[in-house]
């Protein structure tokens, strides 16, 4: 089984958490096995979780949480990591940009009593986890775009930035030639950076980071600074967060949709499943896109799934620091 390992965990049952019936009946019975539903990945708190390969990520945020700070402070510092890493192009400086060679950022963050900031369309700025946490704090608004978000980035202090590197210049140029356009699964193997923790009050926040699809259309904006879609947290039962083509995660309003489905009793995994279930029983095109989610519960308990292979996560809990692959729909 090429998955992460779970832990039978007998004290489950005292919760009263049970298989629930499926929206999503799978031709290949992904969501019925009641194995699965007695299996439970365990974890102490504080933890912290992100999609993709990004152990320096979570270290960053690790590190925060061990020094007593809350999830909110360990999310921001985590995610400016990858952002400020010029070699991952889907993130941050480095960031592959739009059809007419711009690169353009969109963030959200949430914390644990409901709050929530974003940004979409920024430019020139490298950190917008923390113009998006600006938002949220120092605003009466949640969302700000474009030149509006850059002006008030400037305001709080935040540098301009050229953020075409040169070889996200040069994979523009190549992409010219033929400037089709079509979703790349997997691209770069890394995409949004999605990332939930759970401090050592089990207060839990979230935060999501990207520069969005590559040679997107001008002006495009996806699932990642969208509230339910992109992330979406609810204190009393835990959060989630997506990766992969925006718009099917916003069409499905996935991250929301999960949180839900932990209400009503599933685990992180059986959530992340069935709004993976939802996208592939809305949408025959499935084969032609990825879509990854996390998911992680006010228990500590952990869930991640893709409808393709080559999804991973990293987390970061009881002193290790991992990347694991994730299971997957389509195989
Ligand atoms: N998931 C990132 C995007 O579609 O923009």
Same mark, same amino acid.
């Given at each position: 089984?090429k998955r992460?390992k779970?832990i039978q965990?007998a004290?489950?049952s005292?919760?009263g958490i ?7 009946a ?5 969501f ?6 007695a299996q439970?990945e365990?974890?102490n708190f504080p933890?912290v979780i992100a ?6 990520s979570?270290?960053?945020a690790?590190?925060?949480l ?5 999830a909110?402070?360990?999310i ?6 990858e952002?400020?890493?010029a070699e991952?192009q889907?993130v941050?400086i ?5 059809r ?7 963030a959200c963050?949430?914390?644990s009593?409901g709050n929530y900031?974003?940004?979409?369309y920024?430019?020139n700025i490298t950190?917008p986890i ?6 949220m704090?120092?605003t009466?608004?949640v969302?700000l775009?474009g ?6 980035a400037?305001s ?5 930035v050229?953020?075409?590197t040169?070889?996200?210049k ?6 010219k030639?033929?400037s089709?356009?079509?979703?790349i699964i997997?691209i770069?193997?890394?995409d949004?950076i ?18 969005g ?7 495009r ?6 509230? /339910? =879609?992109? @992330?979406f947290i609810?204190?009393e039962?835990g $959060?989630a %967060?997506?990766?992969g083509?925006g !718009?099917e995660v916003?069409k499905t309003? /996935? =991250?929301? @949709?999960?949180?839900?489905l932990m209400?009503? $009793?599933? %685990?992180?995994q059986q959530?992340c !499943?069935?709004?993976i279930?939802?996208?592939?029983k809305?949408?025959p ?9 996390i ?6 308990e ?6 393709h292979?080559g999804f991973s996560?990293t987390?970061?809990?009881d002193g290790?620091?991992?990347?694991i692959?994730?299971?997957f729909y389509e195989?």
């Amino acid at each position: 089984m090429k998955r992460r390992k779970f832990i039978q965990n007998a004290s489950l049952s005292t919760f009263g958490i049970a298989a629930g019936t499926s929206l999503f009946a799978s031709k290949k019975n992904i969501f019925s096995s009641e194995e699965k539903s007695a299996q439970i990945e365990t974890a102490n708190f504080p933890l912290v979780i992100a999609t993709w390969n990004v152990k320096e990520s979570t270290a960053e945020a690790w590190r925060v949480l061990q020094d007593g700070n809350s999830a909110l402070d360990a999310i921001e510092k985590g995610c400016m990591v990858e952002e400020a890493n010029a070699e991952g192009q889907s993130v941050g400086i480095g960031g592959l940009p739009d059809r007419d060679g711009n690169v353009t950022l969109d963030a959200c963050i949430m914390d644990s009593k409901g709050n929530y900031g974003a940004v979409v369309y920024l430019q020139n700025i490298t950190h917008p986890i923390s113009v998006a946490r600006k938002v949220m704090e120092d605003t009466p608004h949640v969302i700000l775009a474009g030149k509006g978000a850059e002006q008030f980035a400037l305001s709080k202090g935040f540098k301009p930035v050229d953020l075409l590197t040169d070889a996200s210049k040069k994979a523009w140029e190549e992409w010219k030639k033929t400037s089709q356009y079509k979703p790349i699964i997997n691209i770069e193997n890394h995409d949004t950076i999605g990332m939930l923790a759970i401090d050592k009050n089990g207060d839990i926040s979230g935060g999501c980071t990207t520069s969005g699809l590559a040679y997107k259309m001008a002006g495009r904006v996806g699932d990642s600074p969208i509230i /339910g =879609s992109g @992330l979406f947290i609810d204190n009393e039962i835990g $959060g989630a %967060t997506a990766t992969g083509l925006g !718009e099917e995660v916003l069409k499905t309003v /996935g =991250s929301f @949709l999960i949180v839900e489905l932990m209400r009503q $009793g599933k %685990t992180p995994q059986q959530a992340c !499943e069935e709004a993976i279930g939802r996208i592939i029983k809305k949408n025959p095109d499935f084969k032609n896109f990825q879509v990854g989610y996390i998911a992680l519960n006010k228990k500590g308990e952990t869930g991640y799934y893709s409808i393709h292979d080559g999804f991973s996560v990293t987390k970061y809990h009881d002193g290790k620091n991992e990347n694991i692959p994730s299971d997957f729909y389509e195989k």
